[in-house]
């Protein structure tokens, strides 16, 4: 056998392995949202075969069909849009706000070793206490209305945006600091151009955490205060023995999880697509 020959059958196999290994791979990545849809249409099934053949009592779970349907009707009659609109305003100023305080401080702390020794213990001291535990005190000093709301909210997502961003600024590569300084950069060149930017997969990243606290906090203030609310629907629909009202307030809360979640996912792809492997 010629070398010619020897190198096209070579050539062959390696194609031919190539190939295998690309549909293997593309086997793996299909195979996931594959199996994560069956087990959710396997899990609704069984869900809704347990509450029609009453091996569950309706009036304590409410089917799938029946939670579909209720949630048609509050978009339908439009009964849903005051809730959900006190429920946004709630979470997206509770959130903002602690995003602004959040975000500087933290880098305060990971730059500055007499701010992180400072403020350490009143952060770790706030994140000990349970939120909610505040809010009676939030109550007497704001009253019932969005403004006590608000500061619950910011209460429990600003810590862990302060943390997030303290462990970026920490873990940054101190030869970029040098570089930059070597290039005569001013403070906050430094910052603008160097921290901040290597920093923001770990803000993100605190923010996404935040988006669960939020949600959280906002249902657990309009329990106690509000006439108004995802959190206020919930607790009335429990009042009354409603389950597909409460299951109603759960998908709602649980699509504005995911799709907070896949916001900042996006944002964080735009703006530090190195994170990602993207170019």
Avoid at 19 to 36: G, H, M, N
Wanted: hydrophobic fraction near 55%; glycine fraction near 8%; proline fraction near 4%.
């Amino acid at each position: 056998m010629n070398r010619a020959a020897s190198a096209g059958i070579l050539a062959t196999a390696c194609n031919s392995q190539r190939r295998s290994s690309v549909f293997r791979e593309y086997r793996a990545r299909a195979r996931t949202p594959l199996t994560r849809t069956l087990a959710i249409v396997g899990f609704l099934a069984l869900w809704e075969i347990a509450v029609r053949a009453s091996w569950v009592d309706p009036l304590f779970l409410a089917s799938p069909s029946g939670v579909a349907v209720r949630l048609y009707e509050v978009f339908a009659d439009g009964s849903i849009w005051p809730h959900l609109l006190a429920s946004g305003t709630t979470a997206f100023w509770g959130f903002f706000f602690a995003c602004v305080v959040g975000v500087p401080v933290g880098i305060l702390m990971g730059r500055s070793t007499l701010v992180r020794d400072t403020l350490e213990p009143f952060i770790v001291a706030q994140a000990s206490v349970p939120t909610v535990a505040l809010l009676p005190l939030f109550i007497i000093w704001f009253g019932i209305g969005t403004s006590a709301r608000i500061v619950l909210v910011f209460t429990g997502a600003v810590f862990g945006i302060v943390v997030s961003t303290e462990a970026g600024v920490s873990n940054i590569d101190r030869r970029l600091v040098e570089t930059a300084r070597s290039f005569t950069g001013t403070q906050w060149e430094i910052m603008w151009k160097v921290v901040f930017p290597a920093s923001i997969p770990y803000i993100l990243a605190g923010m996404r955490l935040a988006v669960a606290r939020v949600l959280i906090m906002v249902v657990v203030a309009e329990l106690y205060a509000s006439s108004a609310g995802i959190g206020y629907l919930i607790f009335q629909a429990g009042a009354s023995y409603d389950t597909a009202m409460i299951f109603v307030g759960v998908v709602i809360l649980a699509a504005a999880g995911v799709l907070l979640n896949a916001l900042l996912r996006f944002v964080e792809r735009r703006v530090a697509p190195w994170t990602h492997g993207d170019t």
